[in-house]
């Protein structure tokens, strides 16, 4: 007898019995005086499920089929006509299936993709810490990691949106049908039991490895650019979360560290900004949390990548107040020629291309950079110049308009009394009168620059004073 023929037999035989002991189990609740309305699904729902059922179990492959005790479960419950917990038993096999797929595809990528809460997060760390992740939370985990496609995570989402309304749990099992649990039952199969990761998922997971296990050569790398560059945005986040905690955790080896060196400013280009501001929070609540190695590790892991402007506006204050400090006591020092272009380095690593900078360090920043680039009448330091310049080059409307309001400044008004200071000061107020847009600016910026008398009195004039809205 051939196969086609015995499952035909055996979808009339199972029908004939459904219909039996459904007949015997009515009686039975009956008999004992209980409630049979809204209780079992129709029969007619129930054929439905046995008459297709076969082409979708078909769809799973001999291992997944062996072990899919919920399904075994699902089709019991379709029989007896509890189809509320029919929907329950392919969720949970769904949910298993997706945990196994996690704890063999990468843990700590998957814990660094979908939990952004540090405190969290450090305590997630083994396959039986899973059962922590919420549902919801593990379809958009796999999602983020590739695990799941972008058709695979709508579906499930709903589904799993079905779960809690339609399910067990809320008994209005009458308004599902056969043919939607057939269709559910389908896409799981389809879009997790018997799918594997493939593509750049794979890619992640080998580079991943590699990582953890071996040691990587500059030559190594320009076929892992490659495809990171290929990278769909949301692999790119997984992807740049997971190597920052790698590399902030201080257990990590050394050689996993040096290896993440040499890939970490290709991911951090590659990855969206909201990520990017996302990772420089966390140094903040490293800070915060008084974890002071990784806080430390946190620190040099933006600096390998040019992020440090990318630090929380509160942190980033902290930060370039502490550097602008630095640079100024190095300028009013000795030798400051020799130690200004390091400090100078320094503080422009945490200025961000935006060239925003928190107002509550502007008016010192912007004296600071002013008093470095036009010198001490003795001369400038030439190695930090390009330093000052790129800052310079960066400053927006409230830097301008701090930077006119130093006419008025008496650290920087005795120091305009050199020639040297006088004629780059106005060099640089020339460069910034045709940025700025504020008419009242380029007043000032007009006064200072074309100025004929001496540039240290010119703030305590009634002109410049009224422009610079100041006291009399």
Same mark, same amino acid.
Request: hydrophobic share 40%.
């Given at each position: ?14 029908? =004939? ?13 009956? @008999? ?39 399904? #075994?479960?699902?089709? #019991? ?13 392919? *969720? ?6 997706? +945990? ?11 814990? @660094? ?37 972008? /058709? ?12 809690? *309304? %339609?399910? %067990? ?11 939607? &649990?057939?269709? *559910? ?26 990582? +953890? ?33 790698? $590399? ?5 080896? #050394? ?32 800070? %915060? ?40 006591? %190095? ?15 320094? &503080?422009?690593?945490? /200025? ?9 360090? !502007? ?24 330093? $000052? ?14 930077? #006119?309001?130093?006419?008025?400044? @008496?650290?920087?008004?005795? !120091?305009?009394?050199?020639? @040297? ?16 847009? =504020? ?34």
């Amino acid at each position: 007898m051939s196969k086609e023929v015995m499952i035909v037999k055996q979808k009339n035989e199972i029908q =004939s019995g459904v219909d039996q002991f459904t007949s015997e189990l009515t009686n039975y609740i009956q @008999s004992l005086d209980l409630p049979l309305d809204r209780v079992l699904v129709e029969v007619s729902e129930r054929k439905k499920v046995f008459l297709n059922l076969p082409d979708v179990v078909n769809l799973l492959s001999d291992d997944s089929r062996h072990n899919a005790f919920h399904i #075994a479960k699902f089709i #019991a419950a379709c029989g007896v006509g509890l189809f509320d917990a029919a929907l329950n038993f392919l *969720w949970d096999e769904t949910i298993a299936n997706l +945990r196994e797929k996690v704890s063999r595809f990468d843990l700590e990528y998957f814990y @660094s993709s979908v939990v952004t809460d540090e405190n969290r997060r450090n305590k997630l760390k083994t396959p039986q810490d899973l059962e922590k992740i919420e549902d919801w939370e593990l379809i958009r985990g796999c999602h983020l990691i590739g695990v799941l496609s972008d /058709i695979g995570f709508n579906h499930l989402d709903y589904i799993r949106n079905m779960r809690n *309304w %339609a399910s %067990a749990a809320h008994p209005n099992q009458y308004e599902l049908t056969g043919l939607q &649990l057939l269709s *559910w039952l389908e896409i799981c199969i389809k879009e997790v039991i018997s799918k594997e990761p493939v593509g750049s998922v794979i890619e992640i997971k080998r580079l991943l490895n590699n990582i +953890r296990t071996n040691s990587l050569t500059s030559s190594d790398i320009k076929p892992i650019i490659s495809n990171i560059e290929l990278l769909p945005e949301d692999l790119s986040t997984s992807l740049l979360r997971t190597i920052f905690g790698m $590399y902030t955790d201080p257990k990590m080896t #050394a050689n996993a560290k040096n290896n993440i060196k040499l890939i970490a400013e290709f991911v951090w280009s590659n990855a969206p900004e909201d990520t990017k501001n996302e990772i420089g929070f966390k140094y903040s609540t490293f800070a %915060a949390n008084a974890e002071v190695d990784r806080k430390n590790l946190a620190n040099e892991f933006l600096t390998l990548v040019n992020g440090l402007s990318y630090l929380s506006a509160d942190t980033l204050a902290i930060e370039i107040n502490e550097k602008v400090n630095n640079l100024f006591s %190095a300028h009013i020092g000795l030798n400051n020629f020799y130690y200004e272009p390091s400090h100078a380095k320094s &503080l422009a690593e945490y /200025i961000p291309n935006t060239g925003k900078i928190p107002k509550s360090v !502007r008016s010192f920043y912007v004296k600071t950079i002013i008093m470095c680039r036009i010198g001490n009448g003795r001369g400038v330091s030439w190695a930090a110049c390009e330093y $000052y310049d790129l800052l310079i080059g960066k400053f927006q409307e409230p830097e301008i308009k701090e930077v #006119a309001l130093l006419i008025i400044d @008496s650290d920087i008004s005795s !120091r305009l009394q050199f020639s @040297s200071c006088s004629k780059k000061f106005k060099e640089i107020c020339q460069q910034l009168h045709e940025r700025t847009v =504020s008419k009242k600016i380029k007043s000032a910026l007009n006064l200072i620059i074309n100025s004929e008398t001496e540039l240290p009195n010119l703030g305590k004039t009634s002109e410049m004073k009224r422009i610079l809205n100041v006291s009399q």
